[in-house]
């Protein structure tokens, strides 16, 4: 039987800490973070206190369409518009063009999953890479 890579519960936690704890140094803002497999499903989830609703939704739309679109958000947001398309198109309601979200691939390219920040729009991206860094994926 074929295995595929999948993220684990220490990788889902390594990455969880790691982007907290840069979120909590000061001048940070409140942020929430969704972890999700290779189809979406949500694998872990934190908030920290006084996140917004829209962010806590965000964070896990963010994972979502890095997983199943095999892109991180940011670019893939940037080539809906190039295209002159809009997430609407797919019918799908929990994806979204906003910048945050990040593909997790195994060391051989195989999508595992998606890490996905909202809460702190000018550092969502960086945070989730921070979190994406720490799994060390192989």
Known sequence: MAEKPY??????QAAMQAIIAE??????????VSIVDDA??????AQMDNVRLYARRH?????????VM???TGPHGEQLK?????????GDPNLTPGIGGVV???GDGVIMGGIGVGGYLA????????????????
């Open 7 to 12: 993220i684990d519960f220490e990788q889902a």
């Open 23 to 32: 979120a909590t140094k000061p001048g940070g803002m409140p942020v929430a």
């Open 40 to 45: 979406g499903n949500m694998v872990a989830y």
């Open 59 to 67: 964070a896990f739309r963010k994972a979502y369409t890095a997983a």
């Open 70 to 72: 095999g892109m991180d």
């Open 82 to 90: 190039e295209r002159g398309r809009t997430v609407s198109d797919y």
């Open 104 to 106: 997790v691939r195994s």
């Open 123 to 138: 550092r969502d991206e960086e945070l989730a890479q921070i979190g994406l860094d720490a799994m060390q994926v192989e």
